[in-house]
């Protein structure tokens, strides 16, 4: 359904704006050449999408093919879409000053920026690491973890890394120079196949916090969008992300917990596995994960941060939950990202009375071979006595 979805926005904005820019300046040519010519891009980006629609396994080679063909689309089409918006926009100054040409010369200019932002994105956006340093105060934070820095990355999707071992080189060496005392991922090592992440083990091993390195499971990685014949053959993928992510040296939490102690003070690490809206899987269960943890100020690690309205604000009296999941679309113009239509909390810190929310946008990228604005992110969380 995700990859259905996804073909019919490309479809619709593969069609709309071409069909403007048509009617507006194509179709008033008296050469029929021209107008030939103009619809082969379009057709044969019709045909890539019929192609793929039918084609497509959600295997690494596959979801490079569809990368590769996303990438083409967006370069040939996102400048075309920009210039329609802008130029229906600016319908008022061609409509004032007839023959003014203003109006086309600001979309055109406009459209040729957006090119510049989409190859930036595409090249060096994508690994455009960046890191964004919250101060989370809590009146209940146990004292002697006053000022406890928390290292939270998110989605890494290592398929889509293969060849680049030197961007997630880089992004583990700004983890590790952050010394944070801890460090936890929220989900979604892979694509769709645990083998996606043997290239990096050598690389993520390296990741160091002072009390260690714990992670959970994200929807990619229990590998729902493969089509698989037996149904052991899928438990065994995600039982071989788990061991493989355990002897990379972090502690993966499958509806548990641990405490961690500071003198006399403690706090809960809690990690429950996806619990999702459909189509993506739900299994947290919560009331295992938190068992032992009343009275325990605790972080709970949970990668769909629409679990935390769902279930873990009303059943639970977790004070901080992190997430990740939503990637912020990557794609975000002054604030503002398509995906705040379907994710009520889709980046950064949100409160519920005394308990909070942090919604990491992501270090990697699935799908669309960009980033633009919604950078992908390290971030580091600083607990503070209230």
């Given at each position: 359904?995700?990859?259905?979805?996804?073909?019919?926005?490309l479809?619709?904005?593969?069609?709309?704006?071409?069909?403007?820019?048509?009617?507006?300046?194509?179709?008033?040519?008296?050469?029929?050449?021209?107008?030939?010519?103009?619809?082969?891009?379009?057709?044969?980006?019709?045909?890539?999408?019929?192609?793929?629609?039918?084609t497509?396994?959600?295997?690494?080679?596959?979801?490079?093919?569809?990368?590769?063909?996303?990438?083409?689309?967006?370069?040939?089409?996102?400048?075309?879409?920009?210039?329609?918006?802008i130029?229906?926009?600016l319908?008022?100054?061609?409509k004032?000053?007839?023959?003014?040409?203003?109006?086309?010369?600001?979309?055109?200019?406009?459209?040729?920026?957006?090119?510049?932002e989409?190859?930036?994105g595409?090249?060096?956006?994508?690994?455009?690491?960046m890191?964004?340093?919250?101060?989370?105060?809590?009146?209940?934070?146990?004292?002697?973890?006053?000022g406890?820095?928390?290292?939270?990355?998110?989605?890494?999707?290592?398929?889509?890394?293969?060849?680049?071992?030197?961007?997630?080189?880089?992004?583990?060496?700004?983890?590790?120079?952050?010394?944070?005392?801890?460090?936890?991922?929220?989900?979604?090592?892979?694509?769709?196949?645990?083998?996606?992440?043997?290239?990096?083990?050598?690389i993520?091993?390296?990741?160091?916090?002072?009390?260690g390195?714990?992670?959970?499971?994200?929807?990619?990685?229990?590998?729902?969008?493969?089509?698989?014949k037996?149904?052991?053959?899928?438990?065994?993928?995600?039982?071989?992300?788990?061991?493989?992510?355990?002897?990379?040296?972090?502690?993966?939490?499958?509806?548990d917990?641990?405490?961690l102690?500071?003198?006399n003070?403690?706090?809960?690490?809690?990690?429950?596995?996806?619990?999702?809206?459909?189509?993506?899987?739900d299994?947290?269960?919560?009331p295992?994960?938190?068992?032992?943890?009343?009275?325990?100020?605790?972080?709970?690690?949970?990668?769909?941060?629409?679990?935390w309205?769902?279930?873990?604000?009303p059943e639970t009296?977790v004070?901080?939950?992190?997430?990740?999941h939503?990637?912020?679309?990557?794609?975000?113009?002054l604030?503002?990202?398509?995906?705040?239509?379907?994710?009520?909390?889709?980046?950064g810190?949100?409160?519920?009375?005394?308990r909070?929310?942090?919604?990491?946008?992501?270090?990697?990228?699935v799908?669309f071979?960009?980033?633009i604005?919604?950078?992908?992110?390290?971030t580091?969380?600083?607990?503070?006595?209230?």
């Amino acid at each position: 359904m995700v990859l259905i979805r996804t073909l019919i926005f490309l479809f619709i904005i593969l069609i709309l704006p071409d069909w403007y820019i048509y009617q507006r300046f194509i179709c008033k040519s008296d050469k029929r050449w021209i107008k030939i010519c103009y619809w082969i891009p379009t057709t044969l980006l019709l045909l890539g999408i019929v192609t793929i629609a039918i084609t497509h396994d959600f295997y690494p080679a596959s979801m490079q093919r569809l990368s590769y063909f996303i990438l083409i689309f967006f370069i040939l089409i996102f400048p075309k879409l920009i210039f329609t918006l802008i130029s229906l926009i600016l319908t008022p100054i061609r409509k004032i000053w007839k023959g003014n040409k203003t109006g086309e010369y600001i979309a055109l200019a406009v459209a040729a920026f957006a090119l510049g932002e989409l190859i930036y994105g595409a090249t060096e956006g994508k690994q455009h690491f960046m890191v964004r340093n919250v101060t989370i105060p809590f009146k209940d934070l146990p004292q002697a973890f006053d000022g406890y820095r928390i290292l939270q990355i998110s989605d890494i999707h290592s398929g889509s890394w293969t060849g680049n071992a030197k961007a997630i080189q880089k992004a583990i060496n700004i983890c590790n120079a952050q010394h944070a005392d801890l460090a936890l991922f929220t989900g979604d090592m892979v694509n769709n196949l645990a083998s996606e992440l043997d290239e990096f083990i050598p690389i993520l091993s390296q990741l160091r916090a002072k009390d260690g390195v714990y992670s959970v499971l994200g929807n990619h990685d229990y590998s729902t969008y493969i089509h698989w014949k037996d149904k052991r053959m899928q438990e065994k993928q995600i039982q071989d992300l788990i061991n493989k992510e355990n002897n990379m040296g972090w502690h993966m939490l499958i509806n548990d917990h641990v405490i961690l102690h500071h003198g006399n003070d403690s706090i809960a690490i809690a990690g429950v596995e996806n619990s999702g809206n459909p189509p993506f899987p739900d299994r947290g269960d919560l009331p295992k994960t938190l068992k032992g943890c009343d009275g325990v100020f605790t972080v709970l690690m949970s990668h769909d941060p629409t679990h935390w309205d769902r279930n873990i604000l009303p059943e639970t009296k977790v004070q901080l939950t992190l997430s990740g999941h939503t990637h912020e679309m990557q794609f975000s113009i002054l604030g503002f990202s398509p995906i705040m239509f379907k994710y009520k909390e889709h980046n950064g810190l949100y409160w519920n009375g005394n308990r909070a929310l942090f919604v990491n946008v992501g270090l990697g990228y699935v799908m669309f071979p960009f980033r633009i604005g919604a950078w992908p992110e390290i971030t580091v969380i600083t607990l503070k006595k209230a």
